[in-house]
């Protein structure tokens, strides 16, 4: 028995299932999670391995992460992070306290969306997919909406335009070519008495860039054509002009559509998602006319991708940040605008590491091409899987054959934390 708990298992007569994963009690997971790892362990004759087994079992639930790659919006990491908890209460989700009446759990988040983007009304679905798949089916569902094709674009994770669309019950009507597509091209499809056109679609094209001979339309051009114009902005870019941000908008943001003055150049409806400019949790945002939305409620589509309590609850804390103009509190915002000064300030706590420049970029498919000037600290060599495998994981990148973590993502809480790491690593 002393061998089992020392971890050593003589070879030639394997322990029972039992006994060793009674010997893991040390990794902290309930016990049928340790039983399969010692069961997996002596199917495979090979019962020492059961402690490591049971350890990538332990790395495969969520749990938080130090992100050290200087990317703001790390899809892997889950894009925007921030801060949550409460408490075991009920809450007022579905209750009027005016009326003691039945309420609906999207009136006190739609006000606030509204307030934020200068819409009429707004609502929240799961994801920003779900939120255009949505406005489709209730506006398009058995007629055309018409699309450029240098629009029918893919967001990472499998999100296709054209799919979408399809899904919806909404007839994809294409126009134009993948560079170029006029107003005129739009016009002739919405002219011609064989296309039943319900909606023209505006699809910002987050993740990549199109040079050269181009030309798309303007929203505003777009707005004008007659049928309501919903433009999916992806990104969630709240206002161009930043209000939130003492410093106003960086230069890095450039021309990203933002849903204020998207809704202002006539706009109907825009959709973004919650976690990612708008540094919110998984959520998708549509905003827009009153009757629009209205017509997005009431489809029975939005019972089925209606988000719960947490993710309500979190994103009004984001959009109540907003609100009062408070970029600090919203955690992208707060580490994408720091000076390098700012992150130079930091640089005691990692004395005795190598200093380097580096850049940040946003992420999250946003903003592609976009370097932050951020600041780093390296150690020589790969230590990417040591790091990985602490108690609370760093994820740091390798380049030129150092380990560098970039300070921008790091929160300065962390910077006792990560520095010890390193130097652990360099050793
Ligand atoms: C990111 C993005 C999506 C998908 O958003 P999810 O919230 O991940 O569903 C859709 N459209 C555009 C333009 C995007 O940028």
New binding site residues.
């Given amino acids: 028995m002393g061998d089992l708990a020392s971890g050593a298992v003589p070879q030639d007569q394997p322990p029972s299932v039992d006994r060793l994963a009674r010997s893991l009690a040390h990794i902290d997971l309930p016990m049928p999670l340790l039983v399969d790892a010692a069961r997996s362990a002596i199917a495979d004759g090979d019962p020492n391995s059961a402690a490591e087994r049971a350890r990538s079992i332990k790395q495969r639930l969520l749990a938080p992460v130090i992100n050290g790659t200087g990317v703001l919006l790390h899809t892997n990491l889950g894009r925007a992070p921030l801060p949550w908890s409460q408490t075991a209460d009920y809450s007022n989700l579905e209750v009027d306290l005016t009326t003691g009446d039945r309420g609906d759990r999207q009136h006190g988040i739609g006000m606030l969306l509204a307030q934020a983007c200068g819409a009429e009304a707004a609502m929240v679905v799961n994801?920003?997919?779900?939120?255009?798949m949505l406005v489709l089916a209730a506006l398009a569902q058995d007629r055309m909406a018409v699309v450029s094709r240098g629009e029918l674009?893919e967001?990472?994770?499998g999100?296709r335009?054209p799919d979408v669309m399809a899904w919806s019950g909404a007839q994809l009507l294409e126009v134009g070519t993948t560079n170029r597509t006029r107003r005129s091209d739009y016009a002739a499809a919405l002219a011609d008495p064989r296309n039943d056109v319900a909606l023209v679609v505006q699809?910002?094209?987050?993740?990549f860039r199109l040079l050269g001979y181009t030309e798309t339309p303007s929203t505003t051009e777009l707005a004008q054509l007659g049928p309501p114009l919903l433009f999916?902005?992806?990104?969630g870019l709240l206002d161009s002009r930043c209000p939130w941000l003492s410093g106003g908008p960086p230069p890095w943001l450039d021309s990203e559509p933002a849903a204020r003055q998207s809704i202002e150049a006539g706009a109907s409806l825009v959709?973004?998602?919650?976690?990612?400019l708008f540094g919110g949790p998984?959520?998708?945002i549509i905003a827009g006319r009153a009757e629009l939305v209205e017509a997005c409620r009431k489809h029975p589509l939005a019972r089925a991708l209606r988000p719960g309590s947490l993710v309500l609850a979190a994103l009004q804390n984001t959009a109540l940040a907003y609100l009062r103009q408070d970029g600090e509190a919203v955690d992208f915002w707060r580490m994408a605008v720091l000076s390098t000064d700012q992150l130079r300030n930091r640089l005691d706590a990692y004395e005795g590491l190598r200093v380097t420049d580096t850049s940040s970029t946003p992420g999250?498919?946003?903003l592609p091409g976009v370097e932050i000037k951020s600041l780093g600290v390296a150690v020589a060599g790969d230590h990417t899987k040591q790091l990985r495998s602490l108690p609370r994981p760093i994820i740091a990148r390798v380049c030129d054959g150092e380990t560098i973590v970039d300070l921008r993502t790091v929160h300065p809480v962390d910077d006792i934390e990560v520095a010890a790491a390193l130097h652990q690593a360099a050793v």
């Fill in positions: 994801n920003c997919a779900a939120a255009v674009v967001i990472g994770g999100f335009v699809v910002h094209r987050s993740n999916n902005i992806g990104s959709t973004f998602s919650g976690d990612k998984q959520a998708g999250g498919g946003t």
